[in-house]
């Protein structure tokens, strides 16, 4: 393609262009072995190195230790926010929802159908646009806390990490997974659907705490048992073998091509840097959603014109002529969005920033 | 590839030449588009018109009636052998279900940890070689009758899909859905994982009666809801993207270049005669798992060598060289399997059966 657009949408999203061409070959068939990666068996030699390599990568990346277990599941992160209660919210429990977004909301909704679970901390009242203060918070006799790391719609992210002692954590990283190190240690369960950094749509990463899986009741059917995964290595039942595929894929292009998670942040905050500096040197002419940069997400950036919804409108139609496609904003916030996310190039960023610069002063 | 395997994989499974390849161009970028199908926002118009004519295909190939709602899930049959009990196997019911092989086991097992389901037929004294008798079935009082339609370890297959009258019924069509016409109007849910015959592992189409599915209850966590889906066309979360395109595909092929389900059983028929005689004409040299031809698999033909083990294994690696792929048997059965799904080509079946002739001989 020579006019391949820049996809600035937020998920399915962007993925390297390295690991498009290697997955399409592979669609058309492997190396060595003349079939499909589509049509071979999950249980087949290439298959499990397939697997295998993307498990140790990701390991690698995430320095996941061994007191945790990687899982590949199906069914997204709306599957999680019924999994993790069906494990791990018993008849005398209860637990805790930080509100950042309309995902916690599901979250928390989901989690309430299947146990007791209650709102701990809340950013509504300020529609999402600020992260909520957690010092204040009491996590005792919860039997978890559920944040989620990055706010896609709204544009906020915790650019550090909530720690609640020694209450366990549960986070849903789907839009932020593998931008930036992550000390896996003080997490007990995260997740992530791939197919906003990671992949394509269809794999959904668990890390989940061995000891705290175990604990899970007997009577929870087996596809929704977390052990169930690990005992089998995420082969219980067939795997979604290609979306796996291409996220070992990507794994390895942030190995070899970007040099590990440390180098993909700071890659990621320069990215961010160069969208929030055009709007906060625009005088006034591009609002951004978040105000407090501590609380600015560096994968999805909302902000729109001081022109209204019809200039708004214009600068998407206008972009998108240019080959920058995906700039509209969530129906919930409205506006304009960059999701800037992992694999999203400088050089893609910077033709948005040029574009800015253009589009306000005409 | 000059030199492509033949593949009788059990699955995942063989796609038709045409699909793999329009699915790696468009790994690569969508025509018109440019970007990739694993890239695009599955609320963008393109993918609306993608999964809109994988639903249309599909609903004209098994002409699927207004009573019924065509879902595109995630979680394999495995995940419907749980959501299937939670959503329709009430607290005072009881379910029915058909043993034909270690697939309905594992259904029954999981139902069983959800409610009260028992078995109703077994065929499992014969170690599954043939199907067990139903006219002595009483169906009455069951919330519903679990069938599998085929059974890729032992290779048999109902060749007339079984009549409960006026229970439900519910059938696993996993390994044999697209191979042939199937009156939809008398099941009340049909599942299949794509795997085999349908496309990529990760998604799993379901085919559910409207009035039976709105009677589950309301306390079933949203997302093993069936109504949610149908309600939100399969997009109540991130749908499985490319599995869903691939699919279409392949029920374009169905539709376009085989010329429907009923060219489509005639050719599976055509090819599974061609191997079964190869078996019965061997005077005794290969010996097919299943004696009776009434209940034969048209997709999964099981069989072995009078030799042994051995010898088997020597057919498996022989064949191998000659660039026929996946024939060694399931563990449980042990022994050879050739899996002839749609795709499989006749001129793939024939050259199984030159190389079973050569081999006898030598």
Redesign the interface.
């Known amino acids: ?1 020579t ?3 820049i ?1 600035f ?7 390297p262009q390295p690991v ?2 290697e ?3 592979a ?3 492997l190396p060595d ?4 990666i ?5 249980r ?1 030699p290439t298959f499990a190195a397939i697997i295998d390599d993307a498990r140790a990568r990701l390991t690698r990346l995430l320095a996941i230790p061994d007191t945790h277990d990687l899982l590949f599941l ?6 999680q ?2 999994q993790i209660p ?1 494990n791990f919210l018993g008849r005398d429990q209860q637990a805790g929802y930080v509100m950042t977004g309309v995902w916690s909301e599901y979250a928390l ?2 989690a309430q ?2 146990g007791t679970a209650r709102v701990v901390a809340s950013g509504r009242e300020d529609g999402y646009t600020s992260l909520p203060r957690l010092d204040t918070l009491d996590p005792s006799e919860l039997a978890y806390i559920h944040t989620t790391s990055n706010n896609t719609i709204y544009g906020t992210q915790f650019q550090r990490l909530p720690d609640f002692g020694h209450t366990r954590h549960v986070c849903d990283m789907s839009s932020d997974i593998l931008s930036r190190p992550v000390d896996v240690s003080r997490f007990s369960l995260i997740y992530a ?1 791939a ?1 906003k950094n990671c ?5 959904t990463l668990v890390i989940v705490d061995k000891a705290w899986m175990r604990e899970a009741p007997e ?6 048992r977390y052990q169930t995964q690990a005992t089998k290595g995420s082969m ?8 796996i595929y ?1 996220v070992g894929l990507v794994a390895k292009w942030i190995e070899e091509q970007v040099g590990g998670l440390a180098a993909m942040a700071e890659r990621n905050r320069g990215k961010a840097q160069l969208v929030y500096d055009a709007i906060d040197n625009s005088k006034g002419f591009y609002v951004p959603n978040v105000g407090d940069p501590s609380h600015r997400s560096l994968m999805n950036v909302g902000f729109r014109t001081s022109g209204g919804d019809e200039c708004d409108a214009r600068f998407v139609s206008l972009a998108a002529e240019e080959g920058l ?2 700039l509209k904003g969530h129906r919930l916030s409205g506006g304009l969005r960059a999701s800037i996310y992992n694999a999203m190039p400088r050089d893609g960023v910077e033709t948005l920033v040029g574009f800015m610069e253009r589009f306000r002063k005409t």
């Open positions: 393609m006019h391949r657009p996809n949408s937020a998920g399915p999203a962007i993925l498009l061409e997955a399409s070959a669609v058309s068939a072995l003349g079939l499909s589509l049509e071979i068996s999950h087949s199906q069914g997204g992160a709306r599957g926010f019924a069906t909704t989901e159908r299947i659907g197919q992949g394509p749509a269809g794999v009577g929870v059917p087996a596809i929704w219980y039942n067939t795997p979604p073998t290609f979306a291409v496609s995906g």
